[in-house]
């Protein structure tokens, strides 16, 4: 199992550094060539995600990033370091119109990752968030002779 760890400061201009490097290495990993734009689409979207929770919660640690390959299938991981509220402890229409906004932008990021990959996890809490995305790679191609 072979692992390619990024971490960058939460600032959007290296987001697509992050979608670069996750299709490079989704590519010698042996993801399939008609899904790297989904895995470079969803990467971005993770990774925007990551740095605007950083921001808003003034988070100044890095988002990290874990491209991992594995038998039979490539998993990319992106981590904040931003506290997230309980699942459902958050109501749109509440006091607070900004972070009524910024819960619809998170659903609606999400929502977007759940288009691209068929196997992907959301896990959040205090301390922080992942969204572990899986996709399959193919066997190498054996050469004959």
Avoid: Y
């Avoid at 987001?15 to 670069?20: D, F, G, H, I, K």
């Avoid at 992106?78 to 932008?105: I, K, L, Q, R, S």
């Avoid at 301390?127 to 191609?141: D, F, K, Q, S, Y």
């Amino acid at each position: 199992m072979a692992t390619v760890e990024l971490r960058f400061s939460a600032l959007p201009e290296h987001v697509r550094t992050a979608r670069l490097v996750a299709a490079a290495v989704a590519r010698r990993a042996g993801v399939d060539e008609a899904v790297l734009d989904e895995v470079r689409l969803a990467v971005g979207e993770a990774c925007s995600r990551a740095v605007g929770l950083h921001q808003s919660s003034g988070v100044t640690a890095p988002v990290k990033v874990a491209l991992i390959e594995e038998e039979k299938q490539f998993s990319i991981e992106v981590g904040d370091e931003a506290p997230h509220a309980a699942p459902g402890t958050h109501a749109v229409g509440g006091a607070d119109p900004d972070a009524d906004v910024e819960a619809e932008e998170d659903e609606m990021g999400l929502a977007v990752i759940s288009g691209l990959v068929d196997d992907v996890e959301v896990t959040t809490g205090e301390n922080g968030g992942l969204i572990r995305m899986t996709w399959p790679t193919a066997p190498p191609a054996v050469a004959l002779v």
